[in-house]
């Protein structure tokens, strides 16, 4: 912190890494935190519409989707999505993932038509990029289809 400041992204960078640690340890609270931390600086120092920025939301996201909290997951992967799609456009690779993300939330709130959407067009160019993902997203995808 002596080197770049309290406000440079690199300590946004690391506090985001202490609230993966937290994460992992399934210490939500304290993730939020960090990725709060985290965000406060992103904001100020790169600004809104940063992919950083949108990768700090997904983190929020992914919290708490495991707080089973999905309304809340789902506004957090929807702020990423509309930052990334209008940085990178529809079919690069972090999109993907928010846009499977949020199929994800949705089901778990029960929107499966509106999680569909969302899910068949992230599987469609997953399979185009060979994402680590897709197996998963191919059974929340038979899943979905079963209880319909």
Known sequence: MK???PKHPYLA??????GN?????????KAIEYYQKSLD???KALGPEHPSVARTYTYFGNVYIKKNDPKIAFDWFEKAY??????????HTNINEVRFKMAKSLKMLNQTDKALKYLKKAI???KKKKTKWIAQAEELLKEIERKQ
């Open 3 to 5: 080197v770049h400041g």
């Open 13 to 18: 960078r690391n506090y985001k890494g202490i």
């Open 21 to 29: 640690i937290y994460y992992k340890k399934y210490e939500y609270k």
């Open 82 to 91: 509309r930052i990334l799609l209008n940085k990178f456009g529809e079919e």
């Open 124 to 126: 469609r160019v997953g």
């Open 41 to 43: 600086i992103e904001l």
